[in-house]
């Protein structure tokens, strides 16, 4: 399992995914916050939580626009 090309036709920066599930707010959020502050490029973060809610956070927090919607599932 060795590669074939020893380098990439691009720069490739790893990054990490992280999902937070919810029910409301998030617990620890500016711990979170701290946590992500400086590492912008590294991540990318998704916020799942019940139809209807909204995240209230700072335009400048990270899990700024980070909510996915939800859909109500009727079983």
Not at 4 to 17: D, I, L, M, T
Not at 19 to 29: H, Q
């Amino acid at each position: 399992m060795v590669p074939k090309n020893a380098e990439f036709p691009y720069s490739r920066v790893p990054k990490v995914a992280f999902m937070f599930l919810t029910r409301g707010p998030l617990p620890l959020l500016p711990l979170w916050e701290r946590f992500f502050k400086g590492h912008e490029k590294l991540f990318s973060i998704y916020v799942h939580a019940l139809p209807g809610y909204e995240l209230n956070v700072s335009d400048t927090s990270p899990f700024y626009r980070r909510q996915i919607p939800s859909q109500v599932c009727i079983a």
